[in-house]
């Protein structure tokens, strides 16, 4: 069996690809296990190639060669009919090759499946698919996994059987041809053509280009490949650094004045769509504009607007060591010098630019009192939340913390909207509160630990075997150097060597030097994956005790100030996480928020509080918000006004009407219920049927719950030795 090839049928000559290859003769195939199918290709770009296809769907290569030798399809196969079944693992789909088995979530529950005993083949298109590995690492640990559980691996052209020498450098040949494939074609070939470009001012294909330029595909310009200015771009980029300056250096204000307008205008009909896809700009209604504050800095910082191109952590040089004028620039050097000075993070050399301010050592503050600190998260996957102190001048303590929801793509964390985090964690208090008086015990929630535990039990028996098969290769190097009859730290030494013999002293010596690095990158790659396994064991995901003694500890306590005197910030950080696995914010207006909860007990349900927050900030009115409110004063009703100006409260538009000295005089009662509320909000309240000083909590769907920073119920706790 093996060395078996797969081999033409000599009786057909005109055969379609996918009936290449036959077998020559039936060879004894473990038909009785399972044969677990292994599709893989690199890019999310390839997933709808034709290679994809044959390889994930079910009518594909991979399926009918499983069927066609003797396996069954899941759905065909039934307990006790005596034959394995075809089990697909499709998740490394766009995951490289070039990752550790580990790093890989398809091949590792492939691997542990092997370990298991459950397989006896593993299928997949080409060696390639598994390993692109040049110095056998990976792969050297996968065949002893195989060969110690009896599992062959089966291809189109050859079935690897490790229980034969001829079949181990046959595999070890494919894995490092596919590594040196992709070296040679892409790293060698391609990349060094894309640098060569670059250290001559020079842009090869699929690069973005800087708003304000475009690139020049003419072959026969002599600026070919070369950055050219685009004046509509150009001249708005321009301005924007004297505009910087009018605003006294302020990066912010500048961002404010240009965020969701269309600041650079659209491209004319006949442009090349080349240049329009590789734009760095987002896309707004009659034009393009900057997504993030931390865009338009890092624009503003290039270099390529004063005709520099960035080379690696340097830029181009000419040979006398100057900055190479790649390109025409588009902006004055004063004007990027002072913008870059300021706002760049590094300097052209690689150090970290003085100028710029450094961010505080958060590990010196004290404890946030924000309940949810660790597992919080936005309903919008668009936004992060954070936890921050609430500052009186220059007091600050634990109890004054927030939440704040900010853009993603907002590196300075600007917040978009506050709010107490007392607010939120006493909503969450509520509804654990609710949870705990209908449960009796943790039994339920001690089962379900159990079971997991079998999984955590697969995994570590997965690292177990990895670190055996680094024992198992380093005894066989080993054996290598005790069959020269020479000890490995004798390998130098004249007298182990024939007198005379130079062309064998020579060879027994760079064989040994061969099997000593071996040895040594085998005895690296074990400790690596013993400090695996030391921090998977110390990973603590066992809660059903502690969430006994937490109900134990907070019987009779039902006011969330009574339980601060009694436990820390961090230890009410630790009741949350121990009972939830998530926690999802979400502010349905202003002053409305919903928060929901996925519990960590399987029995309790997810469940979602809504309130009308206590307090608010009131926001800036901008000019032209103003002036809008001088010309409607006094030609609307006072519930019509509210609808003019619906994210504003009673209370908001009667002191803004006063500070602008407006006639006639409204009384301070609005036509609403609460002075407090915009219409926007009064809506929401209608709508939900809110009071105010009162939290509704409601069941909500497990499906509104998303895995931005969840973790699925794993903790950052570790276990206490």
Request: aromatic share 10%; hydrophobic share 35%.
């Amino acid at each position: 069996m093996s060395g078996m090839k797969f081999q033409r049928d000599p009786q057909r000559r005109d055969t379609s690809p996918s009936q290449r290859y036959t077998w020559a003769r039936v060879p004894q195939l473990p038909l009785h296990k399972n044969i677990l199918l292994y599709p893989r290709v690199s890019t999310p770009m390839q997933l709808g190639n034709v290679s994809a296809e044959l390889q994930e769907k079910e009518d594909g290569e991979l399926e009918q060669m499983a069927i066609k030798l003797g396996w069954l399809s899941e759905s065909e196969w039934t307990p006790g009919c005596g034959k394995g079944k075809i089990v697909k693992f499709p998740q490394d789909m766009a995951v490289s090759g070039r990752l550790r088995m580990e790093d890989r979530v398809g091949f590792k529950k492939m691997l542990q499946a092997i370990i298991s005993g459950e397989a006896g083949a593993v299928l997949c298109i080409e060696v390639d698919r598994l390993f692109r590995d040049k110095y056998g690492q990976e792969s050297g640990k996968f065949m002893e996994i195989c060969e110690k559980y009896g599992v062959i691996v089966i291809t189109p052209r050859q079935i690897y059987d490790f229980r034969n020498s001829g079949d181990i450098s046959d595999f070890k040949e494919e894995a490092a041809r596919a590594w040196d494939y992709m070296q040679r074609q892409i790293y060698d070939k391609m990349v060094y053509a894309q640098d060569h470009l670059a250290e001559t001012g020079r842009i090869g294909r699929g690069r973005n280009i800087n708003v304000g330029y475009r690139l020049d595909r003419d072959p026969r310009s002599k600026t070919y490949r070369h950055l050219i200015p685009y004046p509509p771009h150009a001249d708005k980029f321009k301005q924007l650094y004297v505009r910087y300056r009018e605003l006294g250096n302020s990066m912010t204000r500048l961002y404010h004045e240009i965020k969701d307008r269309p600041y650079f205008p659209d491209f004319p009909e006949d442009t090349d769509p080349r240049d329009i896809h590789a734009l760095i700009l987002s896309k707004v209604p009659g034009g393009y504009t900057f997504g993030a504050r931390t865009g338009l800095r890092r624009a503003m910082c290039n270099p390529v607007y004063i005709g520099w191109m960035r080379l690696g952590s340097d830029i181009v040089r000419n040979a006398d060591g100057t900055p190479k004028i790649c390109h025409e620039p588009v902006v004055d050097e004063a004007d990027f010098w002072n913008v870059f000075n300021r706002h760049s993070a590094y300097l052209l050399d690689g150090e970290s630019n003085p100028n710029v301010r450094k961010w505080r050592d958060r590990n010196k503050y004290t404890p946030l009192d924000a309940w949810l600190r660790h597992i919080i998260q936005p309903a919008d996957p668009k936004l992060r939340i954070a936890t921050a102190a609430i500052n009186h001048g220059d007091q600050r303590t634990s109890d004054d913390a927030s939440y704040y929801f900010y853009d993603a793509k907002d590196e300075f964390r600007s917040g978009k909207l506050h709010i107490a985090a007392r607010e939120v964690d006493g909503a969450f208090w509520q509804m654990l509160k609710e949870h705990l008086r209908a449960t009796k015990d943790f039994q339920v929630y001690a089962t379900h630990e159990a079971e997991t535990e079998a999984a955590k039990e697969r995994e570590k028996q997965e690292i177990l075997e990895q670190i055996a098969a680094c024992d198992r290769l380093i005894e066989k190097q080993t054996d290598k150097i005790v069959a020269l009859d020479i000890q490995p730290q004798d390998a130098h030494q004249q007298q182990t060597i024939k007198p005379g013999d130079e062309h064998r002293q020579q060879a027994i010596k760079l064989m040994v030097e061969k099997i000593q690095a071996d040895i040594t990158d085998k005895l690296q790659e074990k400790k690596r994956l013993q400090e695996r396994l030391q921090t998977f064991m110390n990973t603590d995901n066992k809660y059903a005790q502690d969430m006994e003694e937490w109900k134990e500890h907070i019987e009779g306590i039902e006011d969330i100030d009574e339980l601060k005197k009694d436990s820390t910030a961090e230890e009410r950080q630790e009741l949350a996480e121990v009972f939830a696995t998530s926690a999802t914010l979400e502010a349905l207006s202003l002053r409305v928020f919903k928060l929901s909860v996925q519990w960590r007990h399987p029995d309790w349900k997810p469940k979602s509080a809504i309130w009308i927050r206590q307090t608010v900030s009131g926001k800036d009115w901008p000019e032209e918000e103003r002036e809008r409110l001088r010309e409607v004063w006094g030609t609307l009703s006072h519930l019509d006004l509210m609808k003019a100006f619906p994210l504003r409260s009673w209370q908001g538009i009667k002191r803004m009407a006063l500070d602008l000295r407006l006639q006639p005089s409204v009384p301070w009662k609005g036509p609403l219920d609460s002075n407090r509320l915009s219409w926007t909000d009064w809506q929401v309240v209608q709508e939900l049927e809110l009071v105010p000083d009162h939290i509704r909590v409601i069941e909500c769907d497990r499906m509104h719950f998303h895995s931005s920073k969840s973790n699925g119920g794993a903790s950052h706790r570790k276990r206490e030795e």
